[in-house]
C-alpha cells in the first residue's frame, strides 16, 4: 500500500508533505477551512462568496455585486499562492436558485477576469442555499503553477 500511495504521489506531481496553507489578508478569516492550499504545482481554493474581510455580505441581494465581489476574492487568493487567472484550469460555481437569466450576468462578469481565449473548464451548478441565506453564488477553483 505504501508503494501505491508512493506512487499516486510521485505521478501527480506533489510531495507528501509539501503541502502549504494559506490564509490571505483582506479575506475573512475562516475557522474551520483554509481558502488556498499549495500541494505540490496544484493550488485549491476554496469556495469564495460575497463577503468581506469581516465577513459582512456585499451586494446583499445582487448577483451581479456578488458575483464581482467573488471574483475580486479569487484573485486575492490567486495572487497569495503567486498566481493569476490565466493559471486557473477548474472553477465550480454554485447559484442559489439559479435561473438561465443568471447565466448572463455570471458571463458578463466572469469575461473581466478570465481569458476568453483559453478559458478553464467550468461547471455550474444551481443550488436550493449556501451556507449563509444571504450569499447568492459560490465558486471554487484550481489553479496549476507553472
Known amino acids: 500500500m505504501k508503494i501505491l500511495v508512493a506512487l499516486f504521489f510521485l505521478l501527480s506531481g506533489i510531495s507528501a508533505g509539501a503541502q502549504q496553507f494559506i490564509q490571505p489578508e483582506g479575506l475573512i478569516k475562516p475557522s474551520s477551512y483554509?481558502?488556498?492550499v499549495v500541494a505540490g504545482n496544484t493550488v485549491y481554493i476554496s469556495g469564495q462568496v460575497a463577503a468581506n474581510e469581516k465577513g459582512e455580505v456585499v451586494g446583499k441581494g445582487d448577483l451581479r455585486a456578488q458575483v464581482t465581489r467573488v471574483y475580486e476574492n479569487l484573485a486575492t487568493c490567486l495572487k497569495a499562492a503567486g498566481l493569476s487567472f490565466s493559471d486557473v484550469v477548474k472553477m465550480n460555481t454554485?447559484?442559489?436558485?439559479?435561473?438561465?437569466d443568471d447565466l448572463g450576468v455570471i458571463r458578463d462578469v466572469r469575461k473581466n477576469y478570465l481569458s476568453a481565449d483559453h478559458p478553464p473548464a467550468s461547471t455550474l451548478v444551481g443550488v436550493q442555499a449556501l451556507a449563509s441565506p444571504d450569499w447568492?453564488?459560490?465558486?471554487?477553483?484550481?489553479?496549476?503553477?507553472k
Open 136 to 145: 447568492l453564488v459560490e465558486i471554487e477553483a484550481i489553479a496549476i503553477k
Open 94 to 100: 454554485y447559484v442559489v436558485n439559479f435561473k438561465p
Open 34 to 36: 483554509t481558502h488556498v
